[in-house]
């Protein structure tokens, strides 16, 4: 919290010396946020394609709709695929009857061969054609049940549990297993990987913030995440990083990061957006407001009023910001008193006379 006292501003104002608003700071707890752009995916996003060429027959779904794992989606034109399986078990019958006879041949044959009324080369021969038809029997189940599955695969149906996507394709519509766009897509959104990436230097403060010896280790001790939505509004669950994935961007030097949440309500959905947020609490840290701060080169500086009532700059460092203020770490110390506005009409060694400032209406609108 930001502070001014009274006692600590006891020279009285100079008329000669231009008046500007003073106040001092002191350490306290402050929890600060970073925000993340963020895409989100259901857990499993599975695309929908036909196995076999044929007509659309039917639809049995609609476009949002939610599937349970093994529901019906389409119905592909089966005429063809239902002769074809015919035809497969009409060749197995006649190919199960040739090795029936062939077998029937073999046992004939025996009797005769060991009587010696006929030569071994006989009995040979037609154990020979049994074995080929035995083969022939194996090859014709084999084609059935390819028919069998091809004819299964007339029914397509949801492999998981999840919301319909678009339907490009409409009753009537010949689709092919080379189609290129698939019939549909199933999203299981019951949890909701959020995906966002985080820059070198965030990186590097990640590893050195969290204990543990390894990314997994650290992974685990991690707080929990929120989820601000394209609306603008909190999610009301909250979500834990639970990946990290193998390696920097080179071409933006970023690495991605997963963070994992409920969805049992469906609110979320696979394409939506909206930014991580990760708080983390500070200690010992000084809230300056972002008024009463000045850049030169890309640095942060305030002005300090000394004893004498002149200014000194001290660049400061920062540690964290909100919308409206700065935590600095370094570069100043508490109970130092600091120009809130104005810094533009002021130089290095100015002399001034401080003006009590009190901030505590702007803490308490700007709920930060």
């Not at 929890?31 to 394609?49: A, D, H, M």
């Not at 049940?145 to 492999?159: L, Q």
């Not at 230097?201 to 685990?220: H, L, R, S, V, Y």
Request: proline share 5%; charged share 25%.
């Amino acid at each position: 919290m930001i502070l001014w006292n009274c006692s600590d501003l006891k020279e009285q104002p100079n008329k000669d010396n231009p008046s500007f608003p003073v106040f001092s700071t002191r350490a306290s707890e402050s929890i600060i946020y970073q925000e993340f752009p963020t895409s989100l995916e259901g857990k499993e996003n599975v695309q929908i394609r036909s196995q076999v060429d044929g007509y659309i027959e039917k639809i049995f779904v609609e476009e949002g709709a939610f599937v349970k794992v093994g529901q019906p989606l389409f119905r592909i034109e089966s005429g063809i695929y239902n002769e074809d399986l015919n035809n497969s078990s009409a060749a197995l019958s006649v190919a199960i009857a040739n090795m029936r006879k062939a077998q029937i041949e073999v046992e004939r044959l025996r009797p005769l061969v060991a009587t010696k009324v006929i030569a071994p080369i006989q009995l040979m021969t037609a154990k020979e054609e049994y074995e080929a038809a035995k083969a022939t029997v194996r090859q014709a189940t084999a084609a059935k049940k390819t028919s069998s599955i091809r004819m299964g695969f007339t029914i397509i149906k949801s492999p998981v549990d999840g919301y319909i996507g678009r339907l490009p394709f409409k009753k009537g519509s010949f689709v092919s297993s080379s189609d290129p766009q698939p019939l549909t897509t199933v999203s299981n959104v019951k949890v909701i990987y959020a995906y966002f990436s985080v820059g070198e230097q965030d990186f590097e403060a990640f590893k050195n913030k969290f204990p543990g010896t390894t990314i997994e280790e650290k992974i685990k001790n991690m707080p929990e995440v929120e989820l601000i939505t394209a609306r603008n509004s909190v999610y009301p669950e909250k979500g834990r990083i639970d990946l990290i994935l193998g390696q920097f961007d080179k071409t933006v030097g970023t690495i991605s990061f997963r963070a994992s949440f409920p969805n049992t309500g469906g609110l979320l959905r696979t394409g939506n957006t909206g930014r991580i947020r990760l708080a983390e609490k500070l200690t010992n840290i000084l809230k300056i407001p972002k008024e009463s701060t000045f850049d030169q080169q890309d640095r942060s500086f305030v002005f300090i009023v000394r004893e004498n009532n002149t200014v000194t700059s001290k660049r400061l460092r920062i540690v964290g910001q909100s919308t409206h203020y700065y935590y600095v770490k370094d570069g100043i110390q508490p109970a130092e008193k600091i120009v809130y506005s104005g810094m533009g009409l002021l130089s290095e060694g100015a002399k001034i006379t401080p003006k009590p400032f009190s901030v505590d209406s702007l803490i308490l609108t700007r709920h930060e």
